[in-house]
């Protein structure tokens, strides 16, 4: 286990320098003048070329990557190109919002798919059943900004019952009807892909020759259920998990737009917006960072859980 992890963890260091690498090249590539963006709009060539001096414009491209990879490795991302501010603390203040709503939602989402998993597992082929696959499967086609509409309009515009926007609140933590609505959207998907998981990994596992074994022991089959054959049902829902909380911390772009919650989503599209590449730059080193830890601790648990399903390779 401990070669495995470290072989992981050198794989993922080098693919996050790749990714920062990409992305350094990418907006280099972008149109436009970093130095012209600060000067404003009727900017003075002697402006000009005093800022490009002090951001090092001027210096080879390979130096420049050089200084970003040394400087991010400590924590610092540079400066904002539209304030005078930080780009870790831009990244910082907008980081808890799509913490804590990717947090409540994997709080509810591994409980609840889990539980309605091995119900439609437990009656496979009755009612209960389908009605969960028909259910699951028609939830997971509808994409999450159509779902999203959906919920404002009924819930909050129609019926009242909840705000249609983060707008007004202090804070998310202060005012908690903001979050109900965000996270039955951001729920719906991944709840329906992990049942199915647990569901098929369930069938398969109540059908093994170990959990068969166990029952000839005088296991009761509660016990044979949950403890041995849930552990191995879950391992491939595990790393569907991790992939789900990656997009939750990456992806939730659309999700905040709708809501009008300040998390890192509604960050990255005001400084595509303002062509601020520092910010963007720091965004895409947190969370290619983010997907490689996520990513790393669900292989780690997953084999683990399922050990057997190791072996040989």
């Given at each position: ?10 794989l993922?260091?080098?693919q996050v320098?790749l ?21 404003g709009d009727n ?9 490009r ?6 210096e080879?491209?390979w130096?420049?990557l050089g ?10 991302f ?6 005078p501010?930080a780009?870790?603390d ?9 913490l ?13 798919s889990?539980?309605?998993g ?19 499967l028609?939830?997971y ?30 804070s ?16 719906l ?8 998981l647990v ?13 068969r074994?166990?029952r ?15 552990p ?5 829902a ?18 905040e ?7 890192l ?7 595509v917006?303002a062509r ?5 730059q720091g ?16 292989d ?14």
């Amino acid at each position: 286990m401990t070669s495995y992890v470290l072989r992981r963890v050198l794989l993922g260091v080098v693919q996050v320098v790749l990714v920062m690498t990409a992305v350094f090249f990418l907006t280099e590539a972008l149109p436009g003048d970093a130095a012209v963006t600060i000067a404003g709009d009727n900017p003075d060539p002697a402006i000009i070329a005093l800022l490009r001096e002090q951001l090092g414009l001027n210096e080879p491209a390979w130096q420049r990557l050089g200084g970003w990879l040394l400087g991010a490795l400590h924590g610092d991302f540079g400066q904002s190109l539209v304030g005078p501010r930080a780009v870790a603390d831009i990244i910082g203040a907008a980081l808890g919002p799509t913490l804590l709503l990717a947090g409540l939602t994997l709080a509810l989402l591994v409980p609840l798919s889990v539980a309605l998993g091995m119900l439609a597992a437990h009656r496979e082929g009755g009612r209960i059943d389908r009605v969960v696959t028909g259910g699951t499967l028609g939830l997971y086609s509808a994409p999450e900004f159509a779902m999203g509409v959906l919920v404002v309009t009924v819930f909050a515009v129609q019926l009242g019952w909840f705000p249609p926007t983060a707008v007004g609140s202090g804070s998310l933590l202060g005012d908690p009807a903001v979050l109900v609505l965000p996270v039955f959207v951001l729920l719906l998907r991944p709840i329906c892909s992990l049942s199915r998981l647990v569901r098929a990994g369930m069938i398969d596992a109540q059908r093994a020759e170990y959990v068969r074994h166990v029952r000839r022991l005088g296991i009761s089959p509660v016990r044979a259920r949950f403890a041995h054959a849930l552990p191995n049902a879950i391992a491939p829902a595990v790393q569907q998990l991790a992939r789900t909380a990656d997009w939750l911390i990456g992806g939730v772009i659309v999700i905040e737009a709708i809501f009008v919650i300040p998390g890192l989503g509604t960050t990255l599209v005001e400084a595509v917006s303002a062509r601020d590449l520092p910010v963007i730059q720091g965004l895409a080193v947190v969370l290619a960072g983010t997907t490689v830890l996520v990513n790393l601790a669900a292989d780690i648990a997953a084999r683990g859980l399922a050990p057997a399903s190791e072996v040989g390779r």
